[in-house]
T-cell receptor, first 117, second 112 residues
């Protein structure tokens, strides 16, 4: 079974509007971390935001916020006031913190976001 | 400060040749990771180094792949007898212990 599921292969949003990118995850660990990365056409993976499984508050970083619903195992990324430069692939990833684990990230297949002027 | 650097940025090679990809992590980062990104498989973990501990090689797809990390800093990923299915972007990341991983720009490998 997939550990990270991103059900939206592509999304479109108008400039200055908000957009939500979906991510659901599957783990039996109690301790884990959830990440969102942005990959523009240049190819570099850019870290956006992190949510720990024990964090009670949703993470926020500028225009990015993470809507964390632990019981539903979802970690959706919300981008407010979209900009043309937000057009990119967005990846959700999970790190399982089980003892002896390698801290590796498991990625979803990504969502391609296009911001229209 | 300087981010993760990788070289070369692009590598074209012939099937059967060996290639070496280099990663220079962020100074002071103890952990280093290699991932592979291909159209068919998405982003896959390859190998993880943490300080002086034995590396986690569980993601290496075959024994043609190997990696080393010298002096706890620079890492080299070696692919022997390259095959066309090895064509992908190879991404390196580093982190301070188990914190957020920061990625380099990647090496695009094309095997003809």
């Amino acid at each position: 079974a997939q550990k990270i599921t991103q059900t939206q292969p592509g999304m479109f949003v108008q400039e200055k509007e908000a957009v939500t990118l979906d991510c659901t995850y599957d783990t039996s660990d109690q301790s884990y971390g959830l990440f969102w990365y942005k990959q523009p056409s240049s190819g570099e993976m850019i870290f956006l935001i992190y949510q720990g499984s024990y964090d009670e508050q949703n993470a926020t970083e500028g225009r990015y916020s993470l809507n964390f619903q632990k019981a539903r195992k979802s970690a959706n990324l919300v981008i407010s006031a979209s900009q043309l430069g937000d057009s990119a692939m967005y990846f959700c990833a999970m790190r399982e913190d089980s003892q002896g684990g390698s801290e590796k990230l498991v990625f979803g297949k990504g969502t391609k976001l296009t911001v229209n002027p | 400060g300087a981010g993760v650097s990788q070289s070369p940025s692009n590598k074209v090679t012939e099937k059967g040749k060996d290639v070496e990809l280099r990663c220079d992590p962020i100074s002071g980062h103890t952990a280093l990771y290699w991932y592979r990104q291909s159209l068919g498989q998405g982003l896959e973990f390859l190998i993880y180094f943490q300080g002086n501990s034995a590396p986690d090689k569980s993601g290496l797809p075959s024994d043609r792949f190997s990696a080393e990390r010298t002096g706890g800093s620079v890492s080299t990923l070696t692919i022997q007898r390259t095959q066309q299915e090895d064509s992908a972007v190879y991404l390196c990341a580093s982190s301070r212990y188990t914190d957020t991983q920061y990625f380099g720009p990647g090496t695009r490998l094309t095997v003809l």
